[in-house]
């Protein structure tokens, strides 16, 4: 059974909300992770970083999700 243009887009564009929630905490992570490395933070940069990063895929998924849920 085919799917029409439409579905297939929206399809796409769900199957990627989990990489794009991934990389979100990644990135968020790792710019934390690299204060800390470079002002000598501590783990804040890193705790910081990886909420945010965390906030930031959330918001994410609600945005895509709310767009495709009609």
Known sequence: M???PDQWRTV????S???SFVLAIVIGTGAGWWIDERFGTGP????IGFLFGLIA?????YRTTKRYWK
Do not use: K, T
């Open 57 to 61: 895929g959330i918001l994410n998924v």
């Open 12 to 15: 796409g564009a769900l199957s």
């Open 44 to 47: 804040w940069g890193f705790l």
């Open 17 to 19: 909300l989990g990489l």
């Open 2 to 4: 085919a799917l029409p």
